[in-house]
């Protein structure tokens, strides 16, 4: 992920916790680059609706849950949880009031 929307992001920890939250073994590299591109899409899509990625926890998390969702839900029909809308919505109000 050397893309500059992403530098902020640490991709090997980003990779973890998504990994993670799949439920894939950490030793499984089956699916990396598939799931390092989901994350690297998931920072750009954030990064281009207005909102600055940082290198602290909230926004890592905030990526990595993006990315899972979209992973989860890519052939279903049905719009993003209210929880993870609300959460992008609030970091993304965050920007424009301070950024």
């Known amino acids: 992920m050397?893309?500059?929307t992403t530098s902020?992001?640490?991709s090997a920890a980003a990779l973890g916790l998504l990994k993670s939250r799949l439920n894939r073994l950490p030793g499984d590299t089956s699916l990396d680059d598939m799931l390092g591109r989901r994350i690297e899409s998931a920072a750009q899509q954030l990064t281009a609706i207005g909102i600055n990625l940082t290198s602290e926890t909230r926004d890592l998390m905030l990526v990595v849950d993006l990315a899972a969702w979209q992973y989860q839900n890519r052939d279903k029909p049905?719009?993003?949880p209210e929880w993870l809308r609300?959460?992008?919505f609030e970091r993304w109000l965050e920007c424009g009031v301070t950024g």
């Open 2 to 4: 050397a893309d500059n």
């Open 8 to 10: 902020a992001i640490d």
């Open 78 to 80: 049905g719009a993003m």
């Open 86 to 88: 609300y959460a992008r």
